[in-house]
């Protein structure tokens, strides 16, 4: 077992994707950070250095864990340094080596957008979301950037949004972010971060079937479309839906990571064969 003041690789795997995910920062020195520039997913880049003057900026966050090439002294120094600040901290046991030793889920930078000058990505998509306009933000929130901007504007605008406020166009034609052949969105997103995984590449056959009416793919898809349309019909403002809808997703993403197997029959077989 761990110390209480550190978390093993596995505990943490448990806790990437969640809605309650401790914030994760990353303090791999320079050079380590360039040996290999991926990120634990969610992760934010903070220089150790600098700690007393940014560890106010987590004084909201639930806890946060923070990571350092090796687990040693960067990683619980300043873990140490936030739990004086009042934060809850631990620190990565074996820190980015034994994640990667592991095979935890490493977000790719090669496309992550450049961040605005409050440190978070901004998006810009067409208004009235329906499937991918929401399972795009969802994996954007959980997995690359739990601070991203969305903007929902009309579509002819999209692009001309895009340019003048610095933001990321999705989900719209013939730009990087969009579909590929048979594949949605949220499928291009999984595979250029680099984030496949049983449970994401499950999830994704169903957003892939909800998105483009091939309901055939998962039995899943059906009830997802449903519940996406009758969002879309329930709020007005897209920014309301979008938050609705990613509870939505958290509670698929669960379906899909710990429960895909798990059925459900009433009433209850009883000893004897027969039922009452």
Not at 24 to 53: C, E, K, N, Q, Y
Not at 196 to 207: Q, T
């Amino acid at each position: 077992m761990p110390p209480p003041t550190m978390l093993t690789a596995a505990q943490l795997a448990r806790l990437v994707g969640l809605p309650d995910a401790p914030a994760i920062i990353d303090v791999r020195t320079d050079t380590d950070h360039a040996a290999d520039p991926r990120m634990l997913p969610g992760a934010v880049r903070r220089d150790f250095r600098a700690v007393a003057s940014w560890a106010s900026d987590y004084a909201g966050a639930r806890h946060a864990v923070i990571v350092c090439q090796q687990g040693r002294k960067l990683s619980q120094g300043v873990a140490a340094w936030l739990r004086h600040a009042g934060i809850e901290a631990e620190s990565l046991e074996g820190g980015f080596e034994a994640w990667v030793a592991a095979e935890g889920l490493l977000v790719r930078p090669d496309h992550v957008p450049p961040p605005d000058a409050q440190g978070r990505t901004v998006w810009v998509t067409r208004a009235r979301p329906k499937v991918d306009r929401i399972a795009c933000p969802w994996l954007i929130r959980r997995f690359v950037d739990p601070g991203a901007v969305f903007l929902f504007v009309a579509p002819p605008e999209v692009m001309a949004v895009a340019d003048r406020f610095g933001a990321t166009p999705f989900d719209v034609d013939d730009v990087f972010w969009s579909h590929r052949g048979e594949l949605c969105t949220f499928d291009v997103m999984l595979e250029e971060f680099g984030l496949h995984s049983g449970a994401l590449d499950r999830l994704a056959l169903i957003v892939r079937g909800a998105d483009t009416a091939r309901l055939d793919l998962a039995p899943q898809a059906a009830g997802l479309l449903a519940a996406s349309l009758g969002l879309s019909r329930m709020y007005k403002d897209d920014l309301a839906q979008l938050e609705a809808g990613l509870a939505l997703y958290d509670a698929f993403y669960r379906w899909s990571r710990d429960a895909a197997e798990e059925t459900h029959n009433w009433p209850t077989p009883q000893s004897g064969g027969k039922t009452s």
